[in-house]
């Protein structure tokens, strides 16, 4: 069993409300799974509020106890907003398309649905999964899966997520075009179902991310970047984080963005992108 991981409220909105987007500034969460890979994961929390991080994304939290996890949620004063479901077994994506695999998905969704409850996260990545030789895949599952949990979720206030992979890293994968996933997203019809857009994949399969953000920005629930090629911070590649930033601005996104990315050398010497949006070694005092 666990506590409930609760969030404060003031007078002045609701706690997403008052840790960002203040006067049009983006809001960026460190991704703790990438970044600060230079600590053991429990000191990352701090580390991470240090720089002025308000908020979390955590791929894989099931290592950990949920009171845990709260707890240095706590004491780090961060907000968890992100969390990946389980993938699977071994050389898995995600197996909610998958025949065969429903009892798995089933157990594993909520099991990631206490996970996110007890944590305070929002949101929830639902991987599909991926063909291969022995391994088919079912769109039609999909949908049913993704309607089943959409609507467990909702009562607890989670959204799901979907998120096109590129087919270089992720060969196979059910969706990988903008395109299909904003038409998954219709043909499902639940209002907590949106789509992760993540430059990093995007850039890899159409280019013009400034484009896919206007067409799709109806159903995008989140975003997400790194350096293309690398996947490093995002000053060393041809993604244009602040360009972006400002073009999520521009089209009145309220979100967060998330910073899924392994530093090149060290995590803390790599914010110098972040600067301008007071991100950075000791930029805080709590």
């Known amino acids: 069993m666990y506590a409930p991981f609760i969030k404060e409220e003031n007078n002045t ?7 960002g987007n203040v006067l049009g500034m983006p809001r960026f969460a460190a991704n703790l799974t990438t970044m600060f890979q230079e600590l053991p994961f429990p000191d990352r929390f701090r580390a ?19 009171n845990v996890l709260s707890n240095w949620l706590v004491q780090s004063d961060l907000e968890a907003i992100l969390i990946n479901i ?5 050389g898995e994506t995600g197996t909610a ?17 206490d996970y996110a409850t007890g944590m305070g996260a929002s949101m929830i990545h639902v991987l599909a999964g991926r063909e291969t030789e022995k391994t088919t895949l079912s769109e039609g599952l999909f949908i049913d899966n993704l309607r089943w949990a959409a609507d467990l979720a909702a009562p607890r206030g ?5 998120e096109p992979l590129n087919t270089q890293d992720v060969a196979g994968y059910l969706h990988t075009r903008s395109d299909h996933t904003a038409e998954l997203i219709h043909t499902l019809d639940r209002d907590n ?3 992760q857009f993540d430059f990093y994949h995007m850039q890899m399969m159409e280019g013009n991310l400034a484009a896919g953000l206007r067409r799709h920005f ?4 989140h975003v997400q970047f790194s350096s293309l090629p690398g996947r490093n911070e995002p000053q060393h590649g041809e993604v244009n984080i602040h360009f972006l930033a400002d073009y999520l601005d521009e089209l009145g996104y309220a ?21 301008r949006y007071n991100l950075g070694k000791a930029v805080t005092t709590w």
């Open 218 to 221: 109806d159903v995008i629930g």
């Open 193 to 195: 179902i949106k789509m």
């Open 13 to 19: 909105g609701s706690l997403a409300e008052t840790r």
């Open 255 to 275: 979100g967060w963005l998330g910073c899924e990315y392994t530093a090149k050398t060290n995590t803390i010497e790599g914010l110098g992108w972040a600067s």
């Open 86 to 90: 389980s993938p699977g077994g071994a």
């Open 48 to 66: 991470a509020r240090e720089c002025g991080f308000t908020a979390v994304e955590i791929l894989s939290p099931y290592r950990y106890d949920i």
């Open 97 to 113: 398309a998958i025949p065969g695999r429903e009892a798995f998905f089933r157990s594993s969704f909520q099991n990631a649905l």
């Open 158 to 162: 989670v959204s799901l997520l979907l």
